[in-house]
């Protein structure tokens, strides 16, 4: 079965908090993406593989007429959801991750989900498609 191409990163399930940010310095950041706030304006990447935080994924600026492809660099306004446990998105899977459905996925320190090895701090999501491609991209997931 093949899987249509992602044009927005919401799917299915209870929306959660969508807030504003500001791209930190240095920084670029493409939807899909787990996220962290770096001060009460800015966001970056989750930069801790494995690690804790909240559930915060960037989302399209379809409002911009841009799309899940479309990459934000540093000082440019975006959108990030904290994702409600139960709810269906699209996020982003490091590069030659080999993943099945029902998965566990973690942190991947640059703004990516991998497959969990181990006992890591926090499980962010579980695989809704299995994947193994060698470049980064968007696949079905539920947060938890």
Partial sequence: MTIA???TIRLAGPDGVQEEFLVASGATL??????RRTSATECNVHATSGGDGATLILHEDA????GVDD???AATRVYAEYVTPGAKRYARLKANENVSVGDHLISGGDGTLIKTTGSPVKVFAICE????????QLIQVRFI
């Fill in 5 to 7: 191409a992602a044009q």
């Fill in 129 to 136: 498609e299995a994947s193994n491609v060698a470049t980064q």
């Fill in 63 to 66: 409002l911009q007429g841009l």
């Fill in 71 to 73: 990459s934000a660099a």
């Fill in 30 to 35: 493409k939807p899909g993406m787990l996220v």
